[in-house]
């Protein structure tokens, strides 16, 4: 047995045989020549054998034999080889072609190179596992000892027990056995004698998953032809190579160390040191089997006429099925069960055939077969585990000794290594395969990522830093315009410039694949530039939801190609190509959502880390998941029951279907709102660094303080916890919900529609400027800005000089500055609204409004309002602070409280549209028809503190507190430079000189005032009075003796002046006489006294006049010492002027003027 053992080792180095002299086995090569010699037996080998019908047949390639032994015709070897055993003159059989066997009645073999022959040999028997060969006529001329036994049985299970026993002998006269000794034969009639040949190996065969693979296992079964002189030293390399390598059919282990890539497919008896793996189709693991896909083939022996819409239902039902071997899905995308071998596979297009594999389970990223009644021989360590699954742990972490788990008992699991196979009763051996490779697309940050496992991301790292939890590792991605991965190992989250994968024990990598559609329950990777090949069918879409829907509803459909502006077309293929004019949507997997969470679903499959609480319901499931997203990866479906899962690593298990938490679903938002400063808003985002010891319940809290710090960059707003923090840094990252990051800018400043991002000293906007126009005035720049398409911003590039500039970036330029264009803004009821277009705001009210004010108002009384919506040309109240995607729509947010302000006639007036102000002056004329005469006089008016207009007329106000008034506006006075030494009031009737920040020093007696008009009056009835006085603190009125101002703050002196200050002279020039008042009095009365020599010589009319008006004309008639006029139109000037016919000698020395004070003049 050793020399045939020896020989056949060697047959490659041409071993054909060995002799026995009595002694030793001597192995000879090189020839099967043979020569009589006394006391010597030879041994030759003659090639492949068969076993059939109860004889030996010897298999002898392109030769044929002669002579038929019948006329007929057989099909199969089979058929042949059964009626040759039957006959007694048969000698061999012949192939001769396709289903064309023939008996033959000679055993010589000659040359024919299409055919094969089969001669006929000796008897077999197996008993106990041992062949053995009978010889008539003959026996052993060597007794093992003189027992002699009943049966064969008997006889063979002695001899099984003796290495030196030879086989035994039959005499048919006694009907007995006789052991025996010896390899020398001898005619014995009546006599023969059964030699005893080789052990029965024992075949074991099965089926294993290994690089992507399934692998029909052999043993002793060895495998033809070598692909290369590559020998590998270890299993997992082996079929590694082999996976990757095309001309690989599989792997042949040839001893110690020697494993061998083999371009052969057909599984060959080896020695007992043999063992093969034979290459299948790509792996799939499902049902608890693996099975072999082999696309473009199909299958015979359809069990029944069901055909099912599943590839899952009908891969559960040939599980089911004992008989059944394979699934087959047709042209028509239909699946049916078969019961073929894998003999009868066909090539047919459009077919995928998935052949029924070995039993197959998971474990910690490794698939592993179920091989019943066997075990491994060898333990790797002592230590019990009590399920599978936490041998397959340990097994995970000792991957290059741990070949499989040994069941010994029940809960009892032990490692092992080596691939040595015993036979073990009621134990079964689970065998370590390859990698369990698995993929599933998600939802994040609205791009889509693949997620696979056993790999790591490779290359140049995109951040220094390690995280801790996934979602915070995706979120610093998708901040990270050089990521492109993330890789998760040993608990530590890696980010990756490059998403090109590398397979890595225990490492699960989410690749980056940028924009994502979730519509009709799939995920679909959005390609623009691309397109997909093969056309599911004739239709042409419309629309884009209309393709995705129906691709979505179709097995074979792969996705959907944007063709032109409404052409979509659906495809067969899934490998984008490049079409520049062109969009691809290729679909993949499906997914649902809960709680506006997407939740990828992966049938077959589960999640590691399962908990023990069970939910009746996918949506109690999923609530609970997003209630702890810290720390839920998902949850899994098992026996109509939901459990959460806090692993990421998914495992193959067909009693499983696992739900895989996305994120949750994303309308990205940027605008731009301002308080003093510009901040720009990006929801749903949070800074990296926001400091959680504060916290602001409101945004205009945390903007105040922010505004105050110099270290704070900005406000994140936490929408799980309602709250504002303060951030240190501008960076920021994707949120949830609606969080939000305000972003602190520059100093802001409302223009022209627009907020505008005041950016520091030095700086310009980058690039060329828009266009060569150059404008002497900031507003003036800004207004050209906002009107013009491409417009980002203004550049003061020196004094009275604005350039418009193009890009949204600056660059460092000494004496310059930039302004950015923020977003549209209306300011309207003291607060500022910001125009986000395309986008809503949440929880919309019912009522409509016409105009975008009447929104306004209607949301500052509604205590909830966040904002109005403009939706198909309609305003609407809106109490969510939720944006949601609207096209052709737009909102208002509702900003920060702001009051447009301006300067005219050296003072600054604060707008306030839709309010009015209250507060009569009280004196003098208080309404105007034109504002800037309103203004005038307001800004030199103490008492006036605002401008209101209604009823088409503007009037001085007292008050500066306003109250909503649709139609009316107000202007509030704010601060000033106007020259009050010149400003004059009349009060009265008397005329007054305001002056702020002053008194006058002597108060008369202790009598107040609570109105200026009141004090007035009071001093004009009083000789000695030379002025009023305010008292800021008491806002009381005194009045005074003496008229001299005195700066003092806190007060308000009014001064009394009078016509000419008291003394009135008159000055001839001509025939004009002047009187100047310097004041602007009305004049009732003038009365003139000439000196009392003069006079004689005038004579003609006399025009009087005040200011421009006449008031009186007299007729002179010689001397006249006096003349008294009443000025009955009531005439308003500074100057009276008396224009004389002839004036002859006058001379006046004394006027009288009965005067108002005037603001007319």
């Known amino acids: 047995e050793l020399a045939m053992a020896g020989c056949l080792a060697k047959l490659k180095d041409g071993c054909n045989g060995f002799t026995y002299d009595g002694t030793q086995f001597t192995l000879y090569k090189s020839t099967k020549a043979v020569t009589p010699t006394v006391d010597t037996v030879a041994w030759k080998h003659m090639g492949k054998a068969l076993k059939s019908n109860g004889y030996i047949w010897m298999m002898v390639l392109k030769y044929r034999l002669v002579g038929y032994d ?134 074991y065969t099965m089926s294993i998953s290994y690089g992507g693979y399934t692998w029909a296992y052999k043993e002793p079964y060895k495998l033809s032809g070598y692909v290369s002189s590559t020998k590998y030293t270890t299993q997992a390399k082996a079929l590694t190579a082999c996976a990757a390598n095309s001309k690989c059919n599989g792997v042949t282990y040839e001893g110690a160390e020697n494993y061998r890539l083999n371009t052969g497919s057909t599984a060959m008896p080896g020695t007992k040191t043999h063992k093969c793996w034979v290459k299948g189709g790509s792996s799939v693991t499902s049902q608890g089997y693996s099975w072999g896909s082999y696309s473009g083939y199909s299958l015979g022996g359809m069990i029944g006429t069901t055909y099912y819409t599943t590839r899952a239902k009908a891969l559960a039902a040939c599980t089911s099925n004992s008989k059944c071997t394979g699934v087959v899905r047709n042209s028509s995308n239909k699946y049916f069960i078969s019961s073929a071998s894998s003999s009868g596979k066909v090539k047919k297009t459009n077919y995928v055939l998935y052949k029924k594999g070995s039993s197959a389970k998971s474990y910690s990223g490794y698939s592993y077969t179920v091989y019943s009644g066997y075990i491994y021989s060898t333990y790797l360590a002592d230590t019990v585990y009590k399920t599978p699954a936490l041998a397959g742990a340990a097994c995970a972490t000792k991957a290059s000794t741990c070949t499989g788990i040994n069941y010994v008992a029940a809960d009892k699991y032990k490692l092992t290594k080596g691939t040595t196979l015993k036979a073990s009763t009621g134990l079964k051996v689970y065998i370590k395969g390859g990698y369990d490779y698995t993929s599933r697309d998600i939802n994040f940050g609205n791009e889509i990522w693949t997620a696979q496992s056993p790999y790591t991301c490779s290359g140049t790292k995109a951040d220094t ?17 050089a990521c492109n991965g993330i890789t998760l190992t040993g608990g530590k989250y890696t980010l990756y410039k490059s998403g090109t994968l590398t397979k890595l024990s225990g490492s699960l990598s989410w690749v980056r694949s940028g924009s994502i559609l979730s519509s009709d329950n799939y995920h679909w990777d959005k390609q623009a530039g691309k397109t997909l090949t093969g056309y599911y069918d004739s239709t042409t879409y419309t629309t884009l939801a209309k393709a995705t829907a129906a691709c979505a509803a179709a097995t074979s459909c792969k996705g959907v190609t944007k063709e032109g502006t409404t052409k979509y077309r659906t495809n067969t293929g899934s490998t984008f190509t490049t079409n520049n004019a062109r969009t691809g949507y290729k679909q993949g997997d499906a997914y649902v959502i ?59 298990d067909n009693d499983y279907t696992a739900f895989v938490r996305n994120h949750g679903k994303v309308t990205y938002t940027s605008y731009t709102t301002m ?26 809290k945390c903007m105040t303080a922010c505004e105050a710090a110099t270290t704070c960059k900005g406000c994140s707003y936490v929408d799980e916890k309602e709250k504002y923090y303060l951030a240190t840094t501008a960076v920021y990252y994707l949120g949830e919900g609606d969080d939000k990051a305000y972003t602190k800018g520059g100093k802001a400043v409302v223009s022209n529609s627009y907020i505008w991002n005041t950016k520091s000293a030095n700086t310009k906007i980058d690039g060329d400027y828009l266009d060569s126009t150059t404008y002497t005035t900031l507003d003036k720049a800004m207004l050209a800005c906002s009107t013009k398409t491409g417009c980002t911003g203004v550049t003061k590039t020196a004094t009275s000089k604005y350039r418009t500039g193009q890009k949204s970036t600056t660059e460092e330029k000494s004496g310059m500055q930039a302004y950015f264009k923020g977003n549209g803004v209306v300011t309207y009821k003291l607060l500022t609204w910001t125009i986000v277009s395309g986008q809503v705001l949440s929880s919309q009210q019912k009522t409509a409004y016409a105009t975008y004010k009447k929104g306004i108002i209607a949301c500052k009384k509604d205590s909830k309002c966040k904002g109005v919506n403009m939706v198909s040309s309609k305003y609407y109240v809106a109490q969510g602070a939720h944006l949601s995607d609207s096209s052709g729509n737009k909102c208002y947010i509702m900003g920060q409280a702001y009051t447009p302000y301006f300067t005219y006639d050296s003072t600054v007036w604060y707008y306030k549209e ?32 605002s401008v209101h207009y209604t009823s088409k007329k503007y009037n001085m106000r007292t008050g500066t507190a306003v109250t909503d008034e649709e139609a009316d506006n107000a202007w509030v006075y704010g601060t000033s430079t106007v020259d009050f030494t010149t400003v004059y009031l009349p009060i009265s009737t008397g005329l007054w000189n305001p002056r702020p920040g002053y008194k006058l020093k002597t108060v008369i007696g202790t009598t ?126 500074e100057k009276i002027t008396m224009t004389y016919a002839n004036s002859g000698d006058i001379d006046i020395d004394n006027i009288i003027l009965a005067t108002e004070g005037s603001d007319a003049c």
Request: aromatic letters at 12%.
């Open 70 to 203: 019948s006329t007929t015709t057989y099909t199969t070897l089979t058929l042949a080889t059964t009626a040759c055993a039957a006959s007694s003159t048969c000698l061999g059989v012949t192939y001769e072609g396709s289903k064309k066997y023939r008996t033959n009645n000679a055993n010589t073999p000659t040359s024919a190179s299409t055919m094969t022959a089969y001669i006929k040999g000796n008897k077999w028997a197996l008993h106990d596992s041992i062949y053995y060969t009978w010889v008539d006529g003959h026996t052993i001329d060597g007794d093992y000892s003189t027992t002699t036994y009943t049966t064969a049985a008997k006889a063979a299970a002695v001899c099984k027990t003796k290495s030196d026993c030879t086989g035994f002998s039959y005499d048919s006269s006694t009907k007995k056995y006789t052991n025996k000794k010896g390899y020398y034969f001898e005619p014995s009639e009546g006599t023969g004698v059964w030699v005893r040949g080789g052990v029965k190996p024992t075949v």
């Open 914 to 945: 839709g309010y009015k102000t209250t507060g009569d002056i009280g004196f003098g004329t208080t309404s105007y028809t034109t504002r800037a005469k309103a203004m005038y006089w307001c800004a030199r008016n103490p008492i006036c503190n």
């Open 1008 to 1133: 107040t005032y609570t109105t200026l008009p009141k004090a007035t009056a009071a001093c004009m009835l009083n000789s000695a009075c030379l002025g009023v006085h305010y008292v800021t603190k008491d806002k009381k009125y005194y009045i005074a003796s003496t008229g001299t101002p005195v700066k003092t703050t806190g007060y308000i002196a009014y001064p009394r002046k009078w016509a000419c200050d008291g003394s009135c002279t008159a000055t001839l020039k001509s025939k004009v006489v002047t009187i100047d008042m310097k004041y602007c009095f009305k004049v009732s009365t003038i009365e003139v006294s000439n000196n009392q020599a003069c006079c004689s010589k005038n004579t003609g009319k006399v025009v009087i006049k005040v200011g421009t008006k006449t008031c009186a004309t007299v007729t002179m008639h010689g001397k006249t010492s006096a003349l008294k006029v009443p000025c009955a139109s009531g005439a308003v000037g």
């Open 675 to 700: 308080k003093t400063y510009y901040w720009k808003v990006k929801g749903p985002f949070l800074h990296d660094e926001y400091t959680t010891k504060t916290s602001y319940d409101t945004l205009i």
């Open 594 to 652: 809960h709680d506006s969470y997407y939740y990828t679903q992966v049938s077959g499959s589960k999640l590691g880390s399962i908990q023990t609480k069970a939910y009746t319901t996918e949506a109690a499931a999923a609530k609970a998941c997003k209630a702890s997203k810290a720390t839920c990866a998902g949850f899994v479906l098992t026996s109509k029951k939901y459990y959460l899962a806090k692993g990421w690593m998914l495992y193959t």
């Open 465 to 481: 830093k390690t995280y801790t939890a996934r979602d915070t590792a995706l979120k610093h991605c998708l901040a990270n315009s």
